[in-house]
């Protein structure tokens, strides 16, 4: 690679060398074989999904969390159009605009969960939650719940009339979250479950990440790792108390495993919930994709591509960026947010994954947006400033993000080689050492139209 040409550590998604084409040949000519198996394929699904995928999914997940309650039943899975997409749809159903006091998000949120509440009506109800070493300051979000409902409406009629609503929506994403790359503690979990039991909340994680996991240790096997830490809606589960509509969702998304092009994913809850998901008409979203993905699922394709070449190659790259950083950045101020390290037991090794890291630049450095437009400008280099990363609406979290996230910026391997992403993070590094030397500029005008250029291009394509 030259160095006049761009490189782009903002973007979560897989590389299209990494897209499972063969597989996925093999199994469109398997389902367009005859009649008997292209038919029901090209109909319109059922409203949950194919069961044989819901199967196949419950299955899967069972063999990756080893919930200790027990095996997943494909009752409690069903298909969606992937995970924004269903994002939307849980909201429409089990939310209100008037009934529903507020929509908590971790801070950093990831970005396009923002417009995506906002559009199924709960526009202004947005409200930050601040984000600790364990993934979640739960006594800040307990303190804002209670005051919300204090100051709330207790007689407000929601105008919707659905079986069941929520009066508060916690979205979050536990596992290797988008952008800080942090892990949920296992405390902090349970005691979000028991907090939305008892402030009638819906948590809404995005658990896409989750099956891209390998030991911090690179010279550590896989074997070594252990179960995946559990889900919201496992521990929800498992804790006894709950009710027939659960306090969790889980969200899943097969565009980072397979194809963002497939547009299919799945999601957990109780029976009773996924079956209230089941009632729109049209069909299933994705039917088709969602056929050839179960058939990967039962070749068993599918998890070999997971385990044989999403793992190792994303491995070597998170590998490549974290020595990058800590051989180019670090030395010259920068810090990298890893939060507290997850292992599944004394035995099993500390885990990373997913798609991003979060590094934080010296307080006295110009904004996050400030270099992020110097990276641009200077260098040809894309990167995710903290500030698009506030939950759109709340004075207070843009307020802390002065402060905290907003001093920073994502990085993402996904999408780069290793190669691509070192020099991309020696690119950063002349950025850094241009703020030391005081060349760059606190322009917030041409920050400010650098991002609303980025938001146009980059974000909205951006997953």
Request: overall charge negative; glycine content about 8%.
């Given at each position: 690679m030259?160095?006049?040409?761009?490189?782009?550590?903002?973007?979560?998604?897989?590389?299209?060398?990494?897209?499972?084409?063969?597989?996925?040949?093999?199994?469109?000519?398997?389902?367009?074989?005859?009649?008997?198996?292209?038919?029901?394929?090209?109909?319109?699904?059922?409203?949950l999904?194919?069961?044989?995928?819901?199967?196949?999914?419950?299955?899967?997940?069972?063999?990756?969390?080893?919930?200790?309650?027990?095996?997943?039943?494909?009752?409690?899975?069903?298909?969606?159009g992937?995970?924004?997409?269903?994002?939307?749809?849980?909201?429409?159903?089990?939310?209100?605009?008037?009934?529903?006091r507020?929509?908590?998000?971790?801070?950093?949120?990831?970005?396009?969960?923002?417009?995506?509440?906002?559009?199924?009506?709960?526009?202004?109800?947005?409200r930050?939650?601040?984000?600790?070493?364990?993934?979640?300051?739960?006594?800040?979000?307990?303190?804002?719940?209670?005051?919300?409902?204090?100051?709330?409406?207790?007689?407000?009629?929601?105008?919707?009339?659905?079986?069941?609503?929520?009066?508060?929506?916690?979205?979050?994403?536990?596992t290797?979250?988008?952008?800080?790359?942090?892990i949920?503690?296992?405390?902090?979990?349970?005691?979000?479950?028991?907090?939305?039991?008892?402030?009638?909340?819906?948590?809404?994680t995005d658990d896409?990440?989750?099956?891209?996991?390998?030991?911090?240790?690179?010279?550590?096997?896989?074997?070594?790792v252990?179960?995946?830490?559990?889900?919201?809606?496992?521990?929800?589960?498992?804790?006894?108390?709950?009710?027939?509509?659960?306090?969790?969702?889980?969200?899943?998304?097969f565009?980072?495993?397979?194809?963002?092009?497939?547009?299919?994913?799945w999601?957990?809850?109780?029976?009773?919930?996924?079956?209230?998901?089941?009632?729109?008409?049209?069909?299933?979203?994705?039917?088709?994709?969602?056929?050839?993905?179960?058939?990967?699922?039962?070749?068993?394709?599918?998890?070999?591509?997971?385990?044989?070449?999403?793992?190792?190659?994303?491995?070597?790259?998170?590998?490549?960026?974290?020595?990058?950083?800590?051989?180019?950045?670090?030395?010259?101020?920068?810090?990298?947010?890893?939060?507290?390290?997850?292992?599944?037991?004394?035995?099993?090794?500390?885990?990373?994954?997913?798609?991003?890291?979060?590094?934080?630049?010296?307080?006295?450095?110009?904004?996050?947006?400030?270099?992020?437009?110097?990276?641009?400008?200077?260098?040809?280099?894309?990167?995710?400033?903290?500030?698009?990363?506030?939950?759109?609406?709340?004075?207070?979290?843009?307020?802390?993000?002065?402060?905290?996230?907003?001093?920073?910026?994502?990085?993402?391997?996904?999408w780069?080689?290793?190669?691509?992403?070192?020099?991309?993070?020696?690119?950063?590094?002349?950025?850094?050492?241009?703020?030391?030397?005081?060349?760059?500029?606190?322009?917030?005008?041409?920050?400010?139209?650098?991002?609303?250029?980025?938001?146009?291009?980059?974000?909205?394509?951006?997953?």
């Open positions: 030259t160095s006049n040409q761009p490189i782009n550590l903002l973007l979560g998604w897989p590389t299209p060398a990494l897209h499972p084409d063969r597989s996925l040949h093999s199994a469109a000519t398997v389902v367009l074989a005859d009649n008997e198996t292209s038919t029901p394929a090209l109909r319109y699904g059922p409203q999904g194919r069961e044989a995928l819901r199967q196949g999914v419950a299955s899967w997940l069972t063999d990756i969390y080893r919930p200790t309650s027990g095996d997943i039943a494909s009752s409690r899975v069903g298909i969606s992937g995970a924004s997409v269903n994002l939307t749809n849980i909201l429409l159903r089990f939310s209100d605009p008037i009934y529903t507020r929509v908590w998000m971790i801070e950093p949120t990831y970005f396009m969960a923002c417009p995506m509440i906002e559009d199924a009506g709960l526009t202004g109800k947005l930050g939650v601040p984000e600790d070493e364990e993934g979640l300051d739960i006594e800040f979000l307990r303190n804002a719940i209670s005051k919300a409902d204090a100051d709330g409406d207790s007689e407000a009629k929601p105008i919707k009339n659905y079986p069941k609503l929520f009066r508060h929506i916690i979205y979050a994403v536990p290797f979250s988008n952008p800080s790359g942090k949920m503690s296992l405390c902090r979990r349970e005691e979000l479950v028991r907090l939305a039991r008892e402030y009638d909340a819906l948590v809404i896409v990440y989750d099956a891209l996991s390998w030991p911090t240790d690179e010279t550590a096997s896989l074997e070594s252990g179960p995946l830490p559990p889900r919201i809606v496992d521990i929800d589960r498992a804790l006894t108390g709950g009710s027939e509509w659960g306090n969790s969702v889980s969200n899943g998304s565009s980072k495993i397979i194809a963002p092009g497939m547009r299919v994913g999601f957990e809850g109780t029976p009773k919930f996924v079956e209230n998901m089941g009632k729109v008409s049209g069909g299933c979203i994705g039917h088709f994709s969602s056929s050839l993905i179960s058939q990967m699922i039962t070749t068993g394709e599918f998890t070999k591509h997971i385990e044989n070449v999403l793992i190792p190659t994303y491995r070597k790259r998170y590998n490549a960026m974290v020595a990058a950083i800590n051989k180019y950045l670090v030395p010259l101020g920068v810090k990298l947010n890893a939060g507290s390290s997850y292992q599944s037991s004394e035995d099993s090794a500390k885990i990373a994954g997913g798609y991003f890291l979060y590094i934080t630049f010296p307080d006295a450095f110009p904004s996050a947006d400030a270099l992020a437009t110097w990276a641009k400008t200077t260098q040809a280099l894309t990167i995710a400033p903290g500030s698009i990363f506030t939950v759109r609406g709340d004075e207070g979290s843009d307020r802390r993000s002065h402060k905290t996230f907003g001093r920073g910026a994502r990085l993402s391997w996904a780069n080689e290793e190669d691509v992403i070192v020099e991309g993070i020696q690119r950063l590094a002349l950025v850094v050492q241009d703020a030391l030397d005081g060349k760059v500029q606190q322009d917030e005008a041409g920050a400010q139209t650098f991002l609303a250029a980025m938001a146009r291009i980059d974000i909205a394509t951006t997953a």
